[in-house]
């Protein structure tokens, strides 16, 4: 649904904090996630990642300059405070 992609943009987008891929297919699918969870949520990270980085960085998506890295069976996103502004 759309609210619990929103809440899980809303982890996502808590600056320096892992979020693991089990708390984002909780937030998505509550105690049951569907078997193509993992999947269906790398898929989301991507498209959040061409998203964010045109805003965020002069480089295309998925460049150096991307704010949103996997890390540790999650992601972590990294802004400057200059693009939390």
Known sequence: SRASSIR???LL???DKLVTLDELATVLWGASPPLSAELTL???VSRL???LAP???NEPAG???NVLHGHDGGYL???ESAELA
């Open 55 to 57: 805003a965020t960085t």
């Open 8 to 10: 899980c943009l809303r």
């Open 77 to 79: 996103i990294h802004l």
């Open 42 to 44: 790398r898929s989301r």
């Open 13 to 15: 987008t808590a600056p």
């Open 49 to 51: 990642r061409t998203v």
């Open 63 to 65: 460049g150096a300059g």
